[in-house]
């Protein structure tokens, strides 16, 4: 049974599991600024770059280069958010046996996998244990970040959910709560 919760997120619920897929959140005028920026970063870059093979001292030169690792680095996080802001989404899967987090850009990544046992606590990701520079940097249009649900893991907090209203948050939170016992005492009966 699928359900779309807003504009960006959908469930799709069956008996043996439950998916949220929440897509990036995307803004057309600050994705045409940061393609611009990126174009200007881009160009700034090969500019630089090209002075390296003029006449200068050894000195001069590790500076270029210590340079341009700052730039390929930041040009390559630059591409990633602005890929994922136009091609992202995160899939939250909860089974008997886990919760499966990806985040996706073009149908690509990395999924992170916690033993559902041991997920504890779904709860609103607070400001307070985000820390002042981290929320500020997450809130950011231009970084992958923004988190809104969080849950312990083992001593750990495991954030995910980027980017969505605190009533959509509340609401998710409620549903893998929710899920998350239903699958426990699944999988508990199975065993029994």
Known sequence: MERKVSKRIDIVRCEESTEIIIKAYFNEVKQKMFFAWIALWTLSGLLIFSQFFLNYTQKEKVFFIVWMAFWVYFEF??????????????????????????????NKGIPATFKLNGCKNFRLYKKEEKGMFTEIMSSSYWVIGGETIVFDYYGSLVPFAMNISEADALLLAGILKHDAKKFLQLSEQKES
């Open 77 to 106: 996080k630059a591409l990633q958010t602005y890929r994922w802001r136009k091609l992202g989404e995160e899939h939250i899967r909860i089974n008997k046996k886990e919760i499966t987090i990806a985040r996706n850009i073009a």
